[in-house]
Nanobody, 122 residues
Framework: QVQLVESGGGLVQPGGSLRLSCAAS????????MSWVRQAPGKGLEWVSD????????YYADSVKGRFTASRDNAKNTLYLQMNSLKPEDTALYYC???????????????WGQGTQVTVSS
């Protein structure tokens, strides 16, 4: 009965910013690692970020490091992904998922949201 709902996607120009949100329910959100994963057109799933339950440990894919920031507000059961300096190659469907990908190598995620579309284009 875990529920994850992403929002905040849309169309943005290169160099612009978006903040994605993931609203969680039906589990003890604060105790779990969470992940952001994306799927670009014509490509498979790509790990973006992992964040621990307390929000004090974060990991990022090289492709987004320095531009994206994951955070969470456990009082609101909400996960965030702040995306700055967006590039056309960031265009993808972005998912939040419970668990950690272990830096993109483990994929220990058991529940996924439906995704929110991010399109970066001029």
């Amino acid at each position: 009965q875990v529920q994850l709902v992403e929002s905040g996607g849309g169309l943005v120009q290169p160099g612009g910013s978006l903040r994605l949100s993931c609203a969680a329910s039906k589990f003890t959100f604060s105790s779990d690692w969470m992940s952001w994963v994306r799927q670009a057109p014509g490509k498979g799933l790509e790990w973006v970020s992992d964040i621990n339950g307390g929000g004090d440990s974060t990991y990022y894919a090289d492709s987004v490091k320095g531009r994206f920031t994951a955070s969470r507000d456990n009082a609101k059961n909400t996960l965030y992904l702040q995306m700055n300096s967006l590039k056309p190659e960031d265009t993808a469907l972005y998912y939040c998922a419970r668990g950690s990908t272990l830096g993109g190598g483990g994929w220990a995620n058991d529940y996924w949201g439906q995704g929110t579309q991010v399109t970066v284009s001029s």
